[in-house]
């Protein structure tokens, strides 16, 4: 495609290879992804993890150090960014203060010499919902409208693929979670590739077609959200993608299509589908089990039914239980002294079990997974600061 085409380059974002250094250090690392058109795309990690430096380099505000990247056939590596079919959004919005929201919105189109411009920007406007405002200044709107005219803003354009970098860091909570729906809502609609770069757990699941999580320049797992939160193939994304029990076993033995696994408190059942391609199955062979808390039955033992055949357990003892509203968190302390936790629906709030109560734990195999013992059993934990 000739360099006159790139603006209007169009198909796949193809990162291949990139690496980006900053002196001694390696921000990313030989990353190479495929990003499909019309897709919601996030990149998903920890501060420093080279998530941002990676949106950059596609942006055009960062050059990479070795490595390629392209929309459909078009090499946009080092294209300046005004020359290609990318714009961003990001966290402070950015907008014009002196100018209404209907300038604002207009502003890239007149740059790019187009005079009549107020059916795309009505239309960009309706389709955010804030026709209404289209006279108001910045300063008038709340922090979720001023987000969205943002987003108008970049829209407007058309670009093949649009940027978002930490857009909704700046909302409260609620406001948040509302803007989730809604930036899910407009990339449908529009039919744009979104690439949204966040910390944000529940807001890279809500919203994205396919997550990759981002450790350290490098993508440990990458694929729908329900397939990394469901089967992590580290502890890393075990335990950044929600909050997962890990606790460290050896392998016994395999029987048919199942591994039994050992630890201080017994042997538990595991399907070989449910164990990382990261791990060898020899008896031996050092593991983590992983197990999250939500898939976690309790009972006091003294009236918990006889282990089911088909299931896995383990007992222990509360040592801490903390009342959330739609559910209670347990603290179990197992006999063999792990520390395991439970969320248990509040389906019955007169039965919560009580600190220092006596349990069985208990979790059908299917609902767990099995890591590499050679991993971080901490990685991926968000530290209190």
């Known amino acids: 495609m000739a360099k006159a085409d790139i603006t209007q380059a169009e ?65 946009i590596t080092y294209a300046k960014p005004y020359n290609r079919p990318v714009n961003t959004v990001f966290q402070n919005y950015a907008l014009f203060p002196h100018m209404d929201i209907f ?66 860091g700046a909302l ?18 529009v039919g744009l590739t979104f690439i949204h770069v966040t910390h944000d757990q529940e807001e890279a699941m809500t919203m994205a077609d396919t997550v990759a999580v981002m450790n350290e320049g490098i993508i440990e797992q990458m694929g729908p959200p329900t397939e990394l939160y469901e089967s992590p193939r580290t502890a890393f994304v075990a335990n950044f993608l929600g909050q997962s029990n ?14 039994i696994l050992e630890d201080s408190d017994g042997r538990f059942v595991m399907p070989k589908a449910r164990v990382s391609d990261r791990v060898v199955t020899d008896p031996g062979t050092e593991v ?20 089911p055949a088909d299931g896995n357990f383990v007992d222990g003892r509360v ?9 209670t968190q347990y603290e179990v302390t ?9 969320f248990a629906q509040n389906l019955d709030v007169h039965n919560l079990v009580p600190q220092g109560e006596d349990v069985r734990l208990s979790w059908l195999p299917i609902h767990g997974f099995v890591l590499s013992g050679h991993d971080d059993i901490n990685a991926g934990v968000e530290k209190n600061v």
């Not at 920007?121 to 209404?132: K, M, P």
């Not at 089990?289 to 003294?302: D, F, N, T, W, Y």
């Not at 040592?319 to 559910?327: I, K, N």
């Open 319 to 327: 040592t801490s239980a903390s009342f959330l509203g739609v559910s």
């Open 246 to 259: 890990l606790f460290p076993a050896k392998v016994a033995e395999t029987s048919g299509d199942d591994v």
């Open 11 to 75: 198909g796949d974002l193809f990162l291949e290879n990139i690496t980006k250094q900053f002196g001694d250090f390696r921000a990313v690392n030989d990353l190479s992804l495929q990003v499909p058109q019309g897709s919601f795309f996030a990149l998903l990690g920890p501060s420093g993890c080279g998530k941002t430096t990676t949106l950059r380099m596609v942006a055009g505000l960062e050059d990479p150090t070795a490595g390629r990247i392209r929309i459909g056939d078009a090499d």
């Open 334 to 342: 197992t006999h063999g002294g792990d520390t395991i936790n439970v």
């Open 288 to 307: 983590l089990v992983g197990v999250r808390p939500e898939k976690i039955s309790i009972a006091r033992l003294e009236d918990a039914a006889p282990p």
């Open 172 to 189: 409260d909570l609620k406001l948040r979670r509302q803007m989730q729906l809604e930036l899910k809502r407009i990339q449908t609609e």
């Open 103 to 168: 300038e604002n919105v207009a502003f890239g189109l007149k740059r790019r010499g187009i005079k009549d411009a107020k059916q795309q920007v009505d239309e960009a406007l309706d389709l955010i919902q804030l026709s209404q405002v289209a006279k108001r200044k910045p300063l008038q709107l709340s922090g979720g409208q001023q987000q969205r005219v943002a987003l108008a803003r970049a829209i407007v354009n058309r670009p093949s693929v649009l940027l978002l970098d930490e857009p909704l």
